[in-house]
């Protein structure tokens, strides 16, 4: 059931939230021993959290499409008197004390809150591998990753467990678990969903948003994690197709796909065009450098922030992550420079690219679910690390700040999802939700 | 520093920290750091874009005011 589904219901009455809740705690029982989606579960919390949902709307005091509706929340947001791991041991007593600002603005939503998901320690990897409580598994396929960081956000949404989640991205951790496991993931433009709460990776590429199984589900999130004044009530229309300006930014972010991603995703375009859309090619020309980019700054940013706890409890990190943390301190203050002035040269090349298109169509990502333990996967081009070909098509829009969406588009010949994203306009998340919800359409009509 | 001797001295403090398994790890950061130094956008750093960290220049559309 989505959001969009069940919020109505709620609204008339005709569905309990306290229903709905216990339908989501009882496939967290049922399906968490197997793909470890959650480090905590709050289910007493969540029960009489949706037992006054149902007494305030029934009391005509409904506030909302989130009002009743079960959500979780990724283990690096803070909840009040709940811990916040971060998945890792070396925050495993940390107990929040007051809720995250997106916390606090879903609460006041009505949101009601089944548990922390579980992730790659630190938001620090692509694959929810590496977690101090265990790795998570792909909902379709258990030897495969769920993608991540935010692996059991997607995995929650995917199989039921809960009906939205907040998610963070500083690489792609939104889109990634999104596209990999066929659901919406959308990665508001940055700074437009406050952070405040939020045990950082690197605060300048750190955005916080949702994930759902559908495009509005999506926006009903977001919408709700803004700031009150500039929520707004409803879902924009879906645009039309016919005469969309669609920039396709070929070369390197087209140059190393897995063979069924690179058929899906120009089907897909195909399938736009044929809709009506104007697809034309734009060019990001130092998109070669973009992770050498990221990962100078990346690096930079977590080096200071686990400075300490790295000297402290290095053994309560997992080790690949700690491995990487102690790579950060490596990081050369001129190499990190150099890397803020590339993050601004990539944003203005991304603003080029959009000049005259609504949006940027590419591959969410460049293969499908990855073998737990894979190092490399084959794409075109020859076998490639894992890390970067996660990573390759998500990180322009954390260096540039705009807005995307990862949506699914199809399924490879093994039947794992596959994942096609839009990047929008600074400041028009809007816009590009309208124009995702077009695309969505499309795909589906085309199915 | 040039990167050669940078990635020399990397490495041996990173044995002399007793963590052997850095030495890919930091090779490979040393390739990522040659690309990054290797930017011809690093040529124009007299009129470099201004580092905005708060993407607030780079929000600006080319032509607008």
Request: proline share 6%; hydrophobic share 40%; net charge negative.
């Amino acid at each position: 059931m989505t959001i969009a589904d069940a919020a109505p219901r709620l609204a008339k009455g005709q569905l309990k939230s306290e229903k709905l809740t216990e339908e989501c705690l009882s496939q967290i029982e049922a399906l968490n021993p197997k793909l470890n989606a959650f480090i905590t579960v709050t289910a007493d919390e969540a029960l009489k959290a949706a037992r006054d949902a149902d007494k305030d709307i029934a009391g005509g005091r409904y506030r909302g499409p989130l009002h009743g509706i079960p959500v979780s929340l990724k283990d690096l947001v803070d909840l009040k008197g709940i811990r916040t791991t971060a998945g890792s041991l070396v925050r495993a007593s940390h107990v929040a004390t007051e809720d995250a600002d997106v916390t606090s603005r879903l609460r006041d939503a009505g949101a009601v809150f089944v548990g922390k998901t579980n992730l790659h320690e630190f938001a620090f990897g692509t694959t929810t591998e590496d977690s101090g409580f265990g790795k998570a598994h792909h909902p379709v396929d258990q030897s495969r990753s769920p993608g991540g960081s935010s692996g059991g956000s997607a995995i929650a949404i995917a199989t039921g467990m809960s009906l939205g989640t907040v998610g963070t991205d500083t690489g792609g951790s939104i889109r990634i678990p999104a596209a990999v496991c066929g659901i919406v993931g959308l990665k508001p433009g940055w700074g437009e969903i406050s952070a405040s709460g939020v045990v950082p990776l690197s605060r300048q590429l750190d955005h916080v948003g949702p994930l759902g199984a559908c495009v509005t589900d999506a926006w009903i999130q977001y919408n709700a994690m803004l700031p009150a004044g500039r929520q707004t009530t409803g879902v924009p229309a879906a645009a039309s197709l016919k005469g969309l300006r669609l920039g396709v930014p070929a070369g390197y972010l087209f140059d190393q796909l897995d063979a069924d991603v690179e058929r899906v995703v120009m089907s897909t375009i195909d399938t736009l065009r044929r809709s009506g859309a104007i697809v034309t090619e734009v060019a990001i020309p130092h998109a070669t450098d973009m992770a050498a980019i990221y990962l100078h700054l990346v690096l930079g940013d977590a080096a200071e922030y686990h400075a300490r706890t790295l000297m402290s409890r290095p053994q309560d990190y997992t080790p690949n992550v700690r491995l990487r943390l102690e790579m950060a301190r490596y990081v050369l203050a001129e190499d990190y420079v150099r890397a803020l002035r590339g993050k601004a040269v990539i944003a203005h090349e991304v603003d080029r690219a959009m000049d005259g298109v609504d949006a940027l169509v590419l591959p969410s990502l460049a293969i499908p679910a990855p073998p737990i333990g894979a190092v490399t996967m084959p794409v075109k081009g020859g076998p490639e690390a894992v890390r970067t070909l996660m990573l390759r098509c998500t990180q322009p829009f954390n260096l540039s700040g705009h807005p995307a969406i990862s949506i699914p588009c199809g399924h490879t010949h093994g039947g794992l999802p596959i994942g096609f994203q839009l990047a929008g306009h600074h400041g028009q998340t809007p816009a590009l939700v309208q124009a995702a919800l077009a695309v969505e359409r499309a795909i589906a009509h085309a199915g | 520093m040039t990167v050669g001797e940078w990635l020399e001295w990397a490495k041996a403090d990173a044995l002399k920290r007793e963590l052997p398994d850095l030495m890919a790890p930091l090779a490979g950061l040393a390739q990522a750091t040659e690309r990054l130094r290797s930017a011809d956008w690093n040529d124009d750093a007299d009129h470099a874009t201004p580092v905005d960290l708060g993407h607030g220049e780079s929000r600006q559309r080319p032509g607008a005011k």
